[in-house]
């Protein structure tokens, strides 16, 4: 095990009381009214990404105003994705663009960070992370090398060297320079704990695999081809009906596949833009309300990351959920406010949605209104957000 060598800067510290960590990135219905709420921002560092972020920004959102207060400042290159733990004691981040994952514990008192250590993802340009249901495993997404790496999780919340790693196999799709080869986006448990879903932007394939909890091996169960130069890139489980809905970068659009104990079978594709959107854009992220009303994806415009996209302000698109089907209608585009929203969340109440516009800095706050998101007009001015990620803590 490798200790942390990158530094950890106190931007500066509020103490706040608390002792009982909850559900956080809005995965809880429970209310919010007496937790302090802390907001942790992930951002691109790099001249490479064009970007302005320094690191792991950590905020506190004033209970009464929403306000967001910086209290800590963790600098580390491109911590591009963030992830809890099960028990919500300590906070994992990948380094996009390198080959590095950095652990770190989570004081109960006040949300700030402390460095454990970092270890090697097996792979190249680590884009998303997940911790397995039982808490034993990490699983790593590493987007250039074409691999799923899994790391175990270590009694002190550190992590462990590579355990295991699965590589998904297949053709790669007709995009000359975004299919070159294997290139998975996210790994995703589906709601039993059984599966873990696979979207792989450069096969043009949805792969199904199954974690050994013991060893840590992932191991391929069967794949689904997608339309050619698809290119699925993150997927979203229905709450309670048999459904998942892929956001495709490529083609920017929205697919509805059943699900049926680890076999997909797609039944719908719809545009994630606006029919009146001729330009380049796309596809960044999708979400699906608790209830299960609504789905929500992020487009980017653009042809990829080494564009500017705009100069207009990017959408969410809102798709209304058939409560017997599971396949949507569309229903609104709502502007994100602004340009390249890589990421988007809701918050803890589920009332909140977050819109993370990489190019133009901000993370725009909105409330979830029926087929509407309505700004509430508190925006985070910080460096080339890319991730947050919600905790909860007791006042």
């Not at 932007?201 to 050619?228: C, M, P, W, Y």
């Not at 929203?341 to 909140?352: E, L, M, T």
């Amino acid at each position: 095990m490798r200790p942390l060598t990158r530094r950890t800067m106190i931007a500066a510290a509020t103490g706040v009381a608390g002792t009982m960590l909850v559900n956080a990135c809005a995965t809880t219905e429970k209310s919010q009214e007496n937790k302090t709420v802390i907001a942790y921002v992930g951002s691109r560092t790099t001249v490479e990404r064009q970007a302005r972020g320094k690191g792991i920004s950590v905020y506190s959102i004033d209970k009464q105003t929403g306000q967001w207060t910086l209290t800590q400042l963790v600098e580390t290159v491109n911590p591009s994705f963030l992830t809890l733990d099960r028990t919500q004691r300590y906070l994992y981040a990948v380094h996009g663009d390198g080959n590095t994952v950095s652990a770190y514990a989570i004081d109960p008192a006040n949300g700030t960070l402390r460095a454990l250590n970092e270890q090697d993802t097996g792979g190249k340009n680590p884009a998303h992370i997940v911790t397995d249901p039982d808490n034993r495993f990490v699983l790593i997404s590493n987007h250039s090398s074409g691999s799923v790496a899994t790391l175990p999780i270590l009694a002190d919340g550190s992590l462990g060297p590579l355990a295991g790693k699965f590589e998904p196999q297949g053709t790669p799709g007709p995009h000359r320079t975004d299919q070159t080869g294997s290139k998975p986006h996210q790994a995703v448990f589906d709601p039993s704990g059984r599966f873990v879903v696979v979207p792989d932007k450069g096969l043009d394939r949805i792969f199904v695999a199954h974690l050994d909890t013991a060893t840590g091996q992932l191991t391929g169960v069967n794949s689904i081809a997608t339309r050619e130069a698809t290119g699925p890139r993150h997927i979203a489980f229905h709450p309670h009906l048999p459904y998942l809905y892929s956001i495709d970068e490529l083609r920017s659009t929205v697919t509805t596949y059943h699900w049926d104990e680890g076999r997909l079978e797609p039944r719908q594709i719809l545009p994630s833009t606006d029919p009146t959107c001729t330009g380049d854009t796309r596809g960044g992220e999708i979400l699906v309300g608790s209830d299960g009303t609504f789905v929500y994806a992020t487009n980017r415009s653009g042809a990829g990351d080494a564009t500017p996209g705009g100069p207009d302000p990017d959408t969410t698109g809102i798709y209304r959920v058939d409560p017997e089907t599971g396949l949507l209608t569309a229903a609104s585009w709502q502007s994100t406010q602004g340009i390249r929203p890589r990421f988007a969340c809701f918050g803890p109440d589920h009332k909140s949605f977050y819109a993370a516009n990489e190019r133009t800095d901000t993370i725009v706050e909105f409330r979830t209104d029926g087929a509407k998101l309505t700004p509430t007009g508190q925006v985070v001015a910080t460096g080339s957000p890319v991730c947050i990620t919600f905790l909860a803590l007791n006042s």
